[in-house]
């Protein structure tokens, strides 16, 4: 591993923490009022981001799995011993590489999208909280501390989604955000309990290892999987734990580029990544992964066809290409969803930071009220089409060799959920290409005079479309997805054109090339009325529309309805009458007896007496009782 | 005398000497009261740092003969459990006279009956004779009386007398309890009692019975569903300080009691019965969570949560195993750094917006931030966030509970159980959403944020919270040779 000093490798988290401690602490107790809080975040990340990279290149040529120990931080009677240590494994590295890149480039667009904003300071701190929770969840070698840094992930999306707290949307989306990631972790926090009762330790590689021996009953095994990826669910916003993901765009852009798109939302298919070991030993468990994928990928995938908010559709895309990677998750295969992960966060974050350059200039992010843009921002144009065409899976882009491996292993193990997954690729291309057509082609719409955004943001945009044109190209010799555990080498030419030797890159080029050549059609020659389309489509168009009303159903019925206007109406109405009813009954009695001795003592009964007389009654009933 | 004597009676001194010196002015009686604390509370810190945790065992012992004829003896001394919980009592006792700082109805009666208070719930925590230990659990129910009486708001005359009535009745059986064992073993002395086999001695009253006596008067404490409406209401209508205490420090001596009398007396009764005690718990947690989402009193709404909180200590005490066991302790510390922080802001709330109806709050992070960030805090704490000493605490009890495979049906209680972090999430989430969040209503424009004074003790429970969610063995340190003794007692 390149002999790095396990002291630097301490620093990868180590120094996005300091940057957190020293601009919300110091900073913020000294008062000191500068402008320098954003350079410092970036300046700390920035390194956190080379020591990343020097690591991830280190396993790409040598693919190993270090332990770091660290020391001792809980002890409880020798039973339960939690020790800080860090595991670098090639899974580990490409997710450091990852989250401390897009964390870097995001820092720095920020500089430029949220310039004048109030609470510069807080934002940073936020982001530099949220990048240390998230390379501590990708290192960590014990179970309880992942879920420490899981949910430590989830109180920073919190945080920074209710950034602009005096708006009602986005305190409501963080409350949203935060408690149905938290139905998820119900699953993860029992599965953990599951694992420590069962293996009798939080190790990661120890469970892995008690597992695999056999020391765990498999019903044990099924059930902690499954929980574990309960968790997955509720970060990944999976069916039917998704529906905080397309809330959470009320958070500021770069945000949702970083963590609602790049890095947070994917943790879930890290987390079952990292798990893994335990999943190959439970069909059970794999079968559920690869369905609740296919059907999340579709699902979220019809819904963005008819979003009329920019960052509602990249949302929902988003959640049906995380499903994509469950899908390869759940075919048998960490290295394939992993790659798509890899390249899904560039081109996904670049989409982002699209959408926010779009709404940095024309102040909406409703396309309706768009259109024409490509002439008034070439650049964020130039670079949103790259994205759109990488998530579509166009050749020789990024987004297409990550697709095909999963397409490729849906094909030959689950046909069902192949045509599935055809179909999601259709509808994502189409959707992507009716964004770039309503926002960018046509004409203008509205009367405020757009421009092109600054350099601060066009440069981090830039990086991005670079990657998600080559980021693929990594494993083009299949080097990348057989240091993730799977996969096979072959010469760069090869994996460049041979690809096509296989129908299936046709099929799917065919397929996404259909899906744009329909958007293109419908939205930019017009040949086809989308309204018309809606129209003749009216029954789907409504149900995709309303989301397939499961907000409501969450909300209106079992929220409130069920929940908290039903049953815990009747216990609060309970707790009232029956149970405090009884005791002011009980008391009344009590006062009413205590006067009538009274007069027969002639007052002289104190309160000790009553005590007393309690207490006696009470040892009478009971030697009646139990003697 | 020694210090823990000291410690324990420097604030009844310092209410003595308000109540006794006549024409006493308001300054100087403010003056006394926090002196008494700090030093209190000093005092507290310095035992701490000696505490000599590779010993173990009671120390800082005083021990002199009290009644003879019955063979009750003073008798105080703290191990690792009674020595958190009285740097719990002297912190919040400080900080109440703090709060009160201000207080302009009857200052002298009020920090008499405050100082007093804390006295007794230090001599609970302290009290190695059974004796003593009722004494004190008795006495404290005078000034709290009192404070809610007198200083309280709302309905205060009838809940100060829920109170004490429900504390009565609870005593009630666990005096009868004390007598039992008074006459099976011939003794109050705890050491003792704890060296003697009780159940192979021929006694008064069956073991069950008075393991069941006695955990009714600290179940009423805790409080333990069914038993807990006393709770609601008292804290509701106390005075900030008083509900500090209350919620803080004073609720804690119900788990108190259960670790040191009924598990520690009794571990085969405890044992026998831990199925229905688990039951119970988990009622608490899901059942006072919930009702904690219907409330719309802030104070109330805190209350109610602490019902739940509480039932995270019941269930981690009756797992009867170590790491549940450390659990209930951590989490009596935890809530009440975090319940005392909850309350204090609260109280800051009120005071500064005359308003404590949820609803008709709103949007107060602009115009109070540095509230907003403490409740904010607070809440984190509350739902168990990682890095809050709330999260350690639940973890324990739910890792220790979970694995109690000895005790019947004890994974289904954990799990259950395990929505009361669910709970806790809707309840606080909601709560610093419609208090603090949104926009701000041009009606709190002028209200003041937090004094330099109110951001001091704030920071020292912020402080507590977070050094013992980063660093938990500060506190498990001196929790071990308290619980690895009576852990062992199970075979875990």
Same mark, same amino acid.
Request: proline residues 3%.
């Given at each position: 591993?390149?002999?790095?000093?396990?002291?630097?490798?301490?620093?990868?988290?180590?120094?996005?923490?300091?940057?957190?401690?020293?601009?919300?602490?110091?900073?913020?107790?000294?008062?000191?009022?500068?402008?320098?809080?954003?350079?410092?975040?970036?300046?700390?990340?920035?390194?956190?981001?080379?020591?990343?990279?020097?690591?991830?290149?280190?396993?790409?040529?040598?693919?190993?799995?270090?332990?770091?120990?660290?020391?001792?931080?809980?002890?409880?009677?020798?039973?339960?011993?939690?020790?800080?240590?860090?595991?670098?494994?090639?899974?580990?590295?490409?997710?450091?590489?990852?989250?401390?890149?897009?964390?870097?480039?995001?820092?720095?667009?920020?500089?430029?999208?949220?310039?004048?904003?109030?609470?510069?300071? $807080?934002?940073?701190?936020?982001?530099?909280?949220?990048?240390?929770?998230?390379?501590?969840?990708?290192?960590?070698?014990?179970?309880?501390?992942?879920?420490?840094?899981?949910?430590?992930?989830?109180?920073?999306?919190?945080?920074?989604?209710?950034?602009?707290?005096?708006?009602?949307?986005?305190?409501?989306?963080?409350?949203?955000?935060?408690?149905?990631?938290?139905?998820?972790?119900?699953?993860?926090?029992?599965?953990?309990?599951?694992?420590?009762?069962?293996?009798?330790?939080?190790?990661?590689?120890?469970?892995?290892?008690?597992?695999?021996?056999?020391?765990?009953?498999?019903?044990?095994?099924?059930?902690?999987?499954?929980?574990?990826?309960?968790?997955?669910?509720?970060?990944?916003?999976?069916?039917?734990?998704?529906?905080?993901?397309?809330?959470?765009?009320?958070?500021?852009?770069?945000?949702?580029?970083?963590?609602?798109?790049?890095?947070?939302?994917?943790?879930?298919?890290?987390?079952?990544?990292?798990?893994?070991?335990?999943?190959?030993?439970?069909?059970?468990?794999?079968?559920?992964?690869?369905?609740?994928?296919?059907?999340?990928?579709?699902?979220?995938?019809?819904?963005?066809?008819?979003?009329?908010?920019?960052?509602?559709?990249?949302?929902?895309?988003?959640?049906?290409?995380?499903?994509?990677?469950?899908?390869?998750?759940?075919?048998?295969?960490?290295?394939?969803?992993?790659?798509?992960?890899?390249?899904?966060?560039?081109?996904?974050?670049?989409?982002?930071?699209?959408?926010?350059?779009?709404?940095?200039?024309?102040?909406?992010?409703?396309? $309706?009220?768009?259109?024409?843009?490509? $002439?008034?921002?070439?650049?964020?144009?130039?670079?949103?089409?790259?994205?759109?065409?990488?998530?579509?899976?166009?050749?020789?882009?990024?987004?297409?060799?990550?697709?095909?491996?999963?397409?490729?292993?849906?094909?030959?193990?689950?046909?069902?959920?192949?045509?599935?997954?055809?179909?999601?690729?259709?509808?994502?291309?189409?959707?992507?290409?009716?964004?770039?057509?309503?926002?960018?082609?046509?004409?203008?719409?509205?009367?405020?005079?757009?421009?092109?955004?600054?350099?601060?943001?066009?440069?981090?945009?830039?990086?991005?479309?670079?990657?998600?044109?080559?980021?693929?190209?990594?494993?083009?010799?299949?080097?990348?997805?057989?240091?993730?555990?799977?996969?096979?080498?072959?010469?760069?030419?090869?994996?460049?054109?041979?690809?096509?030797?296989?129908?299936?890159?046709?099929?799917?080029?065919?397929?996404?090339?259909?899906?744009?050549?329909?958007?293109?059609?419908?939205?930019?020659?017009?040949?086809?009325?989308? $309204?018309?389309?809606?129209?003749?489509?009216?029954?789907?168009?409504?149900?995709?529309?309303?989301?397939?009303?499961?907000?409501?159903?969450?909300?209106?019925?079992?929220?409130?309805?069920?929940?908290?206007?039903?049953?815990?109406?009747?216990?609060?109405?309970?707790?009232?009458?029956?149970?405090?009813?009884?005791?002011?009954?009980?008391?009344?009695?009590?006062?009413?007896?205590?006067?009538?001795?009274?007069?027969?003592?002639?007052?002289?009964?104190?309160?000790?007496?009553?005590?007393?007389?309690?207490?006696?009654?009470?040892?009478?009933?009971?030697?009646?009782?139990?003697? | 005398?020694?210090?823990?004597?000291?410690?324990?009676?420097?604030?009844?001194?310092?209410?003595?000497?308000?109540?006794?010196?006549?024409?006493?002015?308001?300054?100087?009686?403010?003056?006394?009261?926090?002196?008494?604390?700090? =030093?209190?509370?000093?005092?507290?810190?310095?035992?701490?740092?000696?505490?000599?945790?590779? *010993?173990?065992? %009671?120390?800082?012992?005083?021990? %002199?003969?009290?009644?003879?004829?019955?063979?009750?003896?003073?008798?105080?001394?703290?191990?690792?459990? +009674?020595?958190?919980?009285?740097?719990?009592?002297?912190?919040?006792?400080?900080? +109440?006279? @703090?709060?009160?700082?201000?207080?302009?109805?009857?200052?002298?009666?009020?920090?008499?009956?405050?100082?007093?208070?804390?006295?007794?719930?230090?001599?609970?925590?302290?009290?190695?004779?059974?004796?003593?230990?009722? =004494? %004190?659990?008795?006495?404290?129910?005078?000034?709290?009386?009192?404070?809610?009486?007198?200083?309280?708001?709302?309905?205060?005359?009838?809940?100060?007398?829920?109170?004490?009535?429900?504390?009565?009745?609870?005593?009630?059986?666990?005096?009868?309890?004390?007598?039992?064992?008074?006459?099976?073993?011939?003794?109050?002395?705890?050491?003792?009692?704890?060296?003697?086999?009780?159940?192979?001695?021929?006694?008064?009253?069956?073991?069950?019975?008075?393991? %069941?006596?006695?955990?009714?008067?600290?179940?009423?404490?805790?409080?333990?569903?069914?038993?807990?409406?006393?709770?609601?209401?008292?804290?509701?209508?106390?005075?900030?300080?008083?509900?500090?205490?209350?919620?803080?420090?004073?609720?804690?001596?119900?788990?108190?009691?259960?670790?040191?009398?009924?598990?520690?007396?009794?571990?085969?009764?405890?044992?026998?019965?831990?199925?229905?005690?688990?039951?119970?718990?988990? =009622?608490?947690?899901?059942?006072?969570? *919930?009702?904690?989402?219907?409330?719309?009193?802030?104070?109330?709404?805190?209350?109610?949560?602490?019902?739940?909180?509480?039932?995270?200590?019941?269930?981690?005490?009756?797992?009867?195993?170590?790491?549940?066991?450390?659990?209930?302790?951590?989490?009596?510390?935890?809530?009440?750094?975090?319940?005392?922080?909850?309350?204090?802001?609260?109280?800051?709330?009120?005071?500064?917006?005359?308003?404590?109806?949820?609803?008709?709050?709103?949007?107060?992070?602009?115009?109070?931030?540095?509230?907003?960030?403490?409740?904010?805090?607070?809440?984190?704490?509350?739902?168990?966030?990682?890095?809050?000493?709330?999260?350690?605490?639940?973890?324990?009890?739910?890792?220790?509970?979970?694995? *109690?495979? +000895?005790?019947?049906? +004890?994974?289904?209680?954990?799990?259950?159980?395990?929505?009361?972090?669910?709970?806790?999430?809707?309840?606080?989430?909601?709560?610093?959403?419609?208090?603090?969040?949104?926009?701000?209503?041009?009606?709190?424009?002028? =209200?003041?944020?937090?004094?330099?004074?109110?951001?001091?003790?704030?920071? @020292?429970?912020?402080?507590?919270?977070?050094?013992?969610?980063?660093?938990?063995?500060?506190?498990?340190?001196?929790?071990?040779? *308290?619980?690895?003794?009576?852990?062992?007692?199970?075979?875990?």
């Amino acid at each position: 591993m390149n002999n790095i000093p396990e002291q630097l490798i301490w620093m990868i988290p180590g120094l996005p923490l300091a940057a957190f401690v020293a601009l919300f602490i110091l900073v913020r107790s000294l008062k000191i009022r500068s402008n320098l809080n954003g350079y410092l975040a970036i300046a700390a990340t920035a390194a956190s981001f080379a020591l990343s990279l020097w690591v991830a290149a280190g396993l790409f040529n040598a693919p190993a799995e270090h332990g770091i120990t660290g020391f001792e931080w809980l002890n409880l009677g020798g039973i339960l011993v939690i020790e800080l240590g860090l595991t670098i494994n090639p899974l580990t590295g490409i997710m450091l590489v990852v989250v401390t890149l897009v964390s870097l480039l995001v820092q720095i667009y920020s500089l430029g999208y949220m310039h004048g904003s109030k609470s510069l300071n $807080r934002y940073f701190a936020f982001i530099s909280l949220f990048t240390f929770a998230m390379l501590g969840l990708v290192m960590a070698d014990n179970l309880l501390i992942m879920f420490m840094c899981w949910e430590l992930v989830g109180l920073c999306s919190y945080l920074l989604i209710g950034f602009w707290y005096h708006r009602p949307a986005a305190a409501q989306a963080a409350r949203k955000a935060f408690f149905i990631t938290r139905i998820g972790d119900f699953g993860f926090l029992a599965a953990i309990l599951l694992l420590f009762t069962s293996a009798g330790t939080l190790n990661v590689n120890d469970i892995h290892a008690a597992a695999i021996a056999g020391a765990v009953s498999s019903t044990v095994i099924t059930w902690a999987a499954l929980g574990i990826f309960m968790g997955a669910m509720g970060k990944s916003a999976q069916f039917p734990l998704h529906t905080w993901l397309p809330d959470a765009m009320e958070g500021p852009t770069p945000v949702s580029a970083l963590i609602h798109a790049a890095t947070m939302v994917a943790s879930g298919v890290f987390l079952v990544g990292r798990m893994y070991p335990l999943f190959e030993l439970s069909p059970t468990a794999l079968s559920t992964v690869a369905t609740i994928g296919a059907v999340t990928a579709l699902f979220a995938g019809t819904i963005a066809l008819v979003m009329h908010d920019i960052k509602k559709v990249l949302a929902y895309s988003t959640i049906s290409q995380l499903g994509y990677m469950m899908l390869g998750l759940g075919l048998g295969d960490v290295a394939i969803a992993l790659f798509h992960l890899f390249t899904h966060a560039f081109f996904k974050a670049l989409l982002f930071m699209g959408a926010g350059s779009v709404n940095h200039s024309t102040g909406t992010f409703d396309m $309706r009220k768009m259109g024409g843009l490509a $002439r008034l921002m070439p650049w964020t144009c130039a670079t949103f089409v790259i994205g759109s065409l990488s998530l579509s899976g166009i050749w020789p882009l990024a987004g297409f060799f990550s697709k095909e491996e999963i397409l490729n292993s849906a094909l030959s193990n689950q046909p069902v959920l192949f045509a599935m997954a055809l179909l999601t690729a259709f509808m994502t291309a189409f959707y992507m290409f009716r964004v770039v057509f309503l926002t960018f082609g046509g004409e203008y719409q509205s009367r405020l005079k757009p421009h092109e955004s600054g350099k601060v943001m066009i440069i981090p945009m830039l990086v991005l479309a670079v990657l998600a044109v080559s980021a693929g190209w990594l494993n083009l010799t299949g080097r990348l997805t057989t240091i993730l555990g799977h996969g096979h080498e072959q010469s760069w030419i090869y994996g460049f054109l041979g690809i096509f030797t296989h129908p299936l890159a046709w099929i799917s080029l065919a397929v996404a090339g259909s899906g744009i050549f329909l958007a293109w059609a419908m939205y930019q020659k017009r040949w086809l009325s989308a $309204r018309k389309v809606a129209w003749t489509f009216r029954s789907a168009y409504t149900v995709f529309f309303h989301k397939y009303w499961i907000d409501e159903l969450y909300e209106k019925y079992i929220g409130a309805r069920l929940f908290n206007n039903g049953l815990f109406n009747l216990f609060n109405r309970f707790d009232a009458v029956v149970i405090d009813g009884t005791v002011n009954d009980v008391a009344g009695l009590n006062l009413k007896s205590s006067k009538a001795i009274r007069t027969l003592q002639n007052g002289r009964l104190t309160q000790y007496g009553l005590v007393f007389l309690f207490g006696i009654a009470a040892i009478a009933l009971l030697v009646i009782f139990t003697g | 005398m020694g210090i823990l004597s000291l410690t324990i009676f420097l604030p009844a001194l310092g209410a003595l000497a308000i109540g006794a010196i006549p024409g006493l002015s308001a300054r100087f009686s403010r003056l006394i009261a926090l002196a008494a604390a700090t =030093v209190s509370l000093c005092l507290s810190f310095y035992m701490f740092a000696v505490y000599d945790s590779a *010993a173990g065992g %009671f120390q800082f012992e005083d021990s %002199f003969q009290w009644i003879p004829s019955i063979n009750a003896g003073y008798h105080v001394g703290i191990d690792g459990l +009674s020595l958190l919980l009285v740097l719990l009592t002297s912190l919040l006792g400080f900080i +109440s006279v @703090l709060v009160s700082y201000k207080t302009e109805l009857r200052p002298r009666a009020f920090f008499a009956w405050l100082l007093l208070l804390e006295t007794s719930i230090l001599g609970v925590f302290s009290s190695l004779d059974l004796l003593l230990f009722f =004494v %004190f659990w008795e006495i404290e129910v005078i000034p709290m009386y009192f404070l809610i009486s007198n200083w309280g708001s709302g309905r205060k005359e009838y809940s100060a007398f829920k109170y004490v009535l429900y504390t009565l009745f609870g005593s009630a059986f666990m005096l009868a309890g004390i007598m039992g064992l008074y006459f099976t073993a011939g003794t109050f002395n705890l050491p003792e009692l704890y060296q003697t086999e009780l159940s192979l001695v021929a006694g008064s009253l069956p073991m069950a019975a008075m393991f %069941f006596l006695l955990i009714i008067g600290f179940a009423v404490k805790l409080p333990v569903f069914p038993l807990h409406t006393w709770l609601p209401d008292a804290h509701t209508d106390a005075p900030t300080a008083a509900s500090i205490m209350l919620a803080g420090s004073l609720i804690k001596m119900g788990g108190y009691g259960i670790f040191r009398i009924c598990l520690g007396l009794f571990p085969g009764e405890a044992q026998h019965f831990a199925p229905l005690f688990m039951g119970l718990a988990m =009622v608490s947690i899901v059942y006072g969570g *919930a009702i904690t989402l219907r409330q719309t009193d802030i104070k109330r709404l805190i209350a109610y949560s602490s019902v739940s909180h509480m039932g995270f200590v019941l269930l981690g005490l009756f797992s009867l195993h170590y790491i549940g066991l450390t659990g209930a302790c951590l989490q009596l510390v935890s809530h009440g750094l975090i319940t005392g922080l909850l309350f204090a802001g609260a109280g800051i709330l009120m005071h500064n917006t005359h308003e404590r109806h949820i609803k008709k709050l709103g949007g107060l992070a602009r115009q109070m931030p540095v509230l907003a960030g403490v409740f904010t805090i607070a809440s984190i704490g509350a739902m168990g966030v990682p890095g809050t000493s709330g999260f350690i605490a639940e973890v324990s009890v739910f890792l220790g509970a979970f694995s *109690a495979s +000895s005790i019947a049906g +004890s994974a289904v209680f954990t799990i259950i159980s395990l929505t009361g972090i669910l709970l806790a999430a809707a309840y606080m989430l909601t709560t610093l959403l419609k208090v603090f969040f949104g926009p701000a209503k041009p009606s709190f424009d002028s =209200v003041a944020d937090l004094t330099r004074l109110e951001k001091f003790y704030c920071g @020292l429970l912020i402080a507590g919270i977070f050094l013992i969610g980063l660093y938990p063995a500060i506190a498990t340190d001196v929790l071990e040779p *308290a619980i690895a003794p009576l852990a062992s007692l199970w075979g875990g």
